[in-house]
C-alpha cells in the first residue's frame, strides 16, 4: 500500500487554507470590488473577448451565475485557484528533489504574501498566477527530462493564459529569449517545439481571430491605462513594489532567485531567473504596474524554499525554520488590515491611524492623493447602496415613465453594480459608454427619461445633457469610505429634439471604433 508523504500533507494543509481565506477572512460590510461587476457583467455576454480583457474569466462568472450569482459563488474562483497555485508549488519544490521543511517554506511564504488579497477579488491576476507558475513548472520538468510532452504540456498552458490575462505575453517573451540564450536552444529547431507553441497559438486563436475582427480593443485599454494611471507610475516604485508584494517572505524569493543564479544546482534551471529578469526589463521599459510582474514569485518561492532547506541541517534547520516561519506569520499579522479586509471600514481606519499609516504611501491611491482606506477596499464599498436607490427611484416612477426610462452608468463600476443588483431590484437592463459596456449600447434611443447614476456632475457645456430641460438630483452614496461617496442618483427628464440625435451618434461613434458597425 502507498503511503502518503508528509509533504503531500503539508500541501494538502496550505491548499485548504488557501481555499477558505475569502469565506473566512472578508468583513460582511465589504462588497465586490468594482473590477469584479465589470467581469460579470461580461458573463451576461459571453463572447470570445471583451475591451478590458480575454473571454475566460467571464465564463467563470457565467458558471456563477449558474450557481446562484451570490458573492460566495464568486469567491470561489479565488479561492479555486490560489489553493491550485500552492499545489504546483509543491509540485515544483519536489520536482527539484526538495524535502518537507523545503515544501512547508515555499508554501508558507505564498500564503504571506500579497496573494492574500490578490486571491479574494475575480480579477485575471489571480489566473495570470496560477498559468505562470504551471508554466513554470513543465519548464522545469522539460529541462530535467527533455520529454517533449513537457513542451506540449506548455504550449497547451500558455494558450489558456492567454485567454485569462494578455500579460502572458511577456512570459512567453522571456521564456523564448531565455530558451535562446541557454543550451536549450537546439529545441528552438526542433519541430515538437514549435508544434507546441502553434498548440497554443491555436488554443488562443479564437480571441487573437476576435481582436482582430474589433480592431484590437487590447490597444485601446491599453491607450487608457497609459494616458488614465501608467503615466503616475514611477520606476523606482515599481522596484520597491517588488519587495511589498511578498514582504513577509520576500527573503525566500530572493534566496530563489540567488540559488538560480549562484548554485551549481540551480544554474540548471536558469532559464526561470532569466524569465524573471525578462519580465522584470519589459515592464521597466514600459512603465508598468508593480503588480503585473507578481505571478513569477510563487516559482522563485518554491526554489526559495529549496534554497532554505539546504542552508543548514540538523537541528539547526528545525531551530531555523520555526524562527523564519514566525518571522513572516507576525509581519503577515501586523500587515494583514492591509491586505484583507476583514475588519468594517471604520475599524480598519481607526487601525491605521493607530498604526500611524494614515500618510504612509499604502493608504495613496492611483490619483497620488492620501484616502483612508486602501483604494481596493473603498473600491468595495457603496455599490448596494447605489443600486437600492437608484432601484428605489426607479420604482416610484409610473409606469408609463419607466416604459421611457434609460438606466445608465457613468463608469463600468456603477454599471456594473446597477447591473448585478439591479435584476432582484426590478431594474431594467443598465448601459453606459465605459469599458465593454460600449459593445451593448442600443442602435436606437427614443428615451424620454435619463436615470443616471454618476460620480462627476457633467460639464454645463456637455453637448447631451444640456438639451435636458430637466434635471432632478434625488439621492446620493453616503458611505464615506467607499470611493463612489457622494456619487449621484440624477433624473433627466424634458429633452428637446436634439437629445436623441446626439445620443444615437455617441454610441455609433463609441462603438464604430471596433467595428461593430
Known amino acids: 500500500m502507498r503511503t502518503i508523504s508528509k509533504s503531500t500533507y503539508i500541501i494538502a494543509a496550505f491548499a485548504t487554507i488557501k481555499f477558505l481565506v475569502p469565506f473566512l477572512l472578508i468583513h460582511p460590510e465589504f462588497e465586490l470590488h468594482r473590477?469584479?461587476?465589470?467581469?460579470?457583467?461580461?458573463a451576461d455576454h459571453l463572447a470570445w473577448g471583451f475591451i478590458e480583457m480575454p473571454p475566460l474569466l467571464a465564463v467563470m462568472g457565467y458558471i456563477s451565475k449558474l450557481l446562484g450569482g451570490s458573492v460566495q459563488s464568486v469567491y470561489l474562483w479565488g479561492s479555486l485557484f490560489g489553493a491550485a497555485t500552492i499545489i504546483v508549488i509543491g509540485k515544483i519544490v519536489i520536482q527539484l528533489k526538495g524535502n518537507s521543511t523545503a515544501v512547508f517554506i515555499a508554501c508558507l511564504s505564498f500564503l504571506c504574501s500579497g496573494f492574500l488579497r490578490m486571491n479574494i477579488l475575480f480579477q485575471p491576476n489571480f489566473l495570470d498566477v496560477f498559468f505562470w507558475t504551471l508554466s513554470s513548472y513543465f519548464i522545469i520538468c522539460w529541462i530535467d527530462t527533455d520529454d517533449k510532452k513537457f513542451l506540449y504540456y506548455l504550449g497547451t498552458c500558455f494558450g489558456f493564459a492567454i485567454l485569462g490575462k494578455y500579460t502572458?505575453?511577456?512570459?512567453?517573451?522571456?521564456?523564448l529569449a531565455a530558451v535562446l540564450?541557454?543550451?536549450?536552444?537546439?529545441?528552438?529547431?526542433?519541430?515538437?517545439?514549435?508544434?507546441?507553441?502553434?498548440?497554443?497559438l491555436a488554443i488562443c486563436s479564437p480571441n487573437l481571430i476576435w481582436q482582430y475582427q474589433h480592431h484590437f480593443p487590447v490597444l485601446h485599454h491599453m491607450n487608457l491605462l497609459t494616458?488614465?494611471?501608467?503615466?503616475?507610475?514611477?520606476?523606482?516604485?515599481?522596484?520597491?513594489?517588488?519587495?511589498?508584494?511578498c514582504l513577509p517572505s520576500?527573503?525566500?524569493?530572493?534566496?530563489?532567485?540567488?540559488y538560480l543564479l549562484m548554485k551549481n544546482d540551480g544554474r540548471k534551471h536558469i532559464i526561470i531567473a532569466l524569465v524573471y529578469i525578462g519580465i522584470i526589463t519589459i515592464l521597466l521599459y514600459f512603465n508598468g504596474k508593480g503588480y503585473y510582474a507578481a505571478a513569477i514569485y510563487p516559482t522563485l518561492m518554491a526554489f526559495g524554499g529549496v534554497w532554505f532547506s539546504r542552508l543548514a541541517q540538523g537541528k539547526v534547520r528545525i531551530g531555523l525554520t520555526w524562527f523564519v516561519s514566525i518571522f513572516m506569520l507576525g509581519i503577515t499579522t501586523i500587515t494583514l488590515p492591509l491586505i484583507v479586509p476583514f475588519m468594517s471600514p471604520q475599524k480598519l481606519v481607526n487601525f491605521y491611524k493607530t498604526i500611524h499609516v494614515e500618510k504612509s504611501s499604502l493608504l495613496r491611491w492611483e490619483d497620488h492623493l492620501q484616502h483612508p482606506l486602501p483604494q481596493d477596499f473603498a473600491d468595495m464599498l457603496g455599490w448596494r447602496e447605489m443600486a437600492e436607490k437608484t432601484a428605489r427611484v426607479y420604482r416610484t416612477l409610473p409606469d408609463s415613465v419607466k416604459a421611457q426610462t434609460m438606466v445608465y452608468g457613468d463608469n463600468y463600476g456603477e454599471a456594473g453594480a446597477l447591473s448585478f443588483y439591479g435584476k432582484k431590484l426590478g431594474l431594467p437592463e443598465i448601459f453606459s459608454d465605459n469599458a465593454s459596456y460600449i459593445f451593448w449600447l442600443?442602435?436606437?434611443?427614443?428615451?424620454?427619461?435619463?436615470?443616471?447614476?454618476t460620480y462627476n456632475l457633467p460639464d454645463p457645456d456637455d453637448s447631451f445633457f444640456n438639451h435636458w430641460g430637466k434635471r432632478e438630483i434625488l439621492d446620493s452614496v453616503t458611505q464615506k469610505y467607499a470611493r463612489e461617496y457622494r456619487a449621484k442618483i440624477i433624473l433627466y427628464s424634458q429633452p428637446d429634439d436634439s437629445v436623441r440625435i446626439i445620443a444615437e451618434q455617441h454610441m455609433h461613434e463609441s462603438q464604430k471604433q471596433f467595428h461593430l458597425k
Do not use: C
Open 227 to 245: 494616458t488614465e494611471q501608467l503615466r503616475y507610475n514611477s520606476r523606482i516604485d515599481f522596484l520597491v513594489n517588488q519587495l511589498l508584494i
Open 35 to 42: 473590477d469584479e461587476y465589470l467581469y460579470l457583467a461580461d
Open 250 to 258: 520576500f527573503f525566500i524569493w530572493l534566496g530563489g532567485l540567488w
Open 181 to 200: 540564450l541557454t543550451g536549450k536552444r537546439k529545441w528552438l529547431l526542433n519541430p515538437h517545439f514549435s508544434y507546441a507553441m502553434l498548440l497554443g
Open 168 to 175: 502572458t505575453a511577456f512570459y512567453i517573451i522571456s521564456f
Open 442 to 453: 442600443p442602435d436606437h434611443f427614443p428615451q424620454k427619461y435619463f436615470l443616471f447614476a
